[in-house]
């Protein structure tokens, strides 16, 4: 009889015990759920920057510090952005894990705003490149850099703002320069930073830190590193940035692209594309200001030589012409 006392009330108080978990607050395991996630985020953090500290370079000219880059290849190829080795006749080094290295080859591409530097050194340690086609708004990024020139190292934590922004970035050297399809975030982003990855939580870069606004806060730029990795490619099968140029200048409006000025020479000004034009089309592809269908990103991912179908919007008439892209001149 005792048995049957004791299985009985064993049975009650199991019975209580889920009665009253299933009725405590959502918000106490709400909490819980937060606070592991922090951890969880937290750790990411920790371990994305201790992976890091041998494949992220600070870029240095004449003993100052004035950018970062990231080591891509184990026998010494680094990206950095263009406007960080803009001058031509400076002469750059990469600190790579405290030690001073010499930049021998520096290759710019004539496009956009990104560079692929040489130095003499092998076992390095490059960084993974993930896809910037999957970057969804929202997720934690982290951002690695020599900030102003002084802070080798800073770590900076945010989110992806936004992506397929179009923005003016002003270069003391070569003027301004417009970027397509570039990723946004609210990580911190300083002079000196530029060059330097953004990483996700995995640990791999999604990004290349490239501008901030100087006219608000938290709002950072990054190239989406999927443009890296198609010009790494074409600079492995070539050893040099050889990319087409349409050669114009545009802004984005709903209906597609429109064409603010055309550089003399060019393959638009030899297939008669004209300033006040409105870039509709590519090869039967509506343009837009999402990733795919921004017009830079389109002509990209095409070779030299090759012709394109471009359909323009011109006083209200449609007009199809057919561009042969060349490589800048």
Do not use: C, W
Not at 282 to 304: M, P
């Amino acid at each position: 009889m005792k048995n049957k006392i004791i299985i009985l009330l064993s049975i009650v108080v199991l019975i209580l015990v889920g009665f009253i978990g299933l009725n405590l607050p959502k918000s106490l395991f709400d909490k819980r759920d937060l606070q592991i996630q922090f951890v969880e985020d937290e750790s990411a953090v920790i371990r994305v920057v201790e992976r890091s500290n041998e494949s992220v370079v600070t870029i240095s000219s004449d003993n100052k510090d004035i950018g970062t880059g990231f080591i891509i290849t184990t026998n010494g190829l680094i990206v950095t952005n263009k406007h960080v080795v803009s001058d031509v006749n400076a002469k750059y080094s990469a600190v790579i894990d405290k030690e001073v290295v010499e930049i021998v080859n520096i290759y710019r591409d004539p496009v956009t705003d990104l560079a692929i530097v040489k130095v003499n050194k092998i076992n390095l340690k490059p960084v993974t490149l993930g896809d910037s086609d999957k970057i969804k708004v929202g997720q934690s990024v982290i951002a690695i850099g020599t900030v102003l020139g002084e802070f080798r190292s800073t770590v900076t934590k945010g989110v992806v703002s936004g992506l397929g922004r179009g923005i003016v970035a002003n270069n003391p050297f070569e003027g301004s320069e417009r970027l397509d399809n570039v990723i946004q975030t609210d990580a911190a982003i300083n002079p000196g930073n530029s060059g330097g990855p953004l990483f996700n939580l995995k640990g791999e870069v999604i990004g290349v830190n490239v501008a901030v606004s100087s006219g608000a806060q938290s709002i950072g730029f990054a190239l989406p590193i999927n443009l890296v990795k198609e010009s790494v490619d074409n600079f492995g099968a070539t050893g040099q940035f050889d990319r087409p140029f349409l050669g114009v200048a545009y802004k984005l409006v709903s209906r597609g692209a429109s064409v603010e000025n055309v550089v003399l020479e060019s393959s638009a000004n030899k297939a008669g594309i004209l300033a006040g034009d409105i870039i509709t089309e590519v090869d039967g592809t509506k343009l837009a200001t999402e990733k795919n269908t921004v017009l830079s990103t389109y002509i990209n991912r095409k070779r030299i030589g090759e012709s394109v179908k471009i359909k323009i919007l011109r006083n209200n008439l449609e007009i199809i012409l057919t561009v042969v892209l060349e490589k800048k001149g």
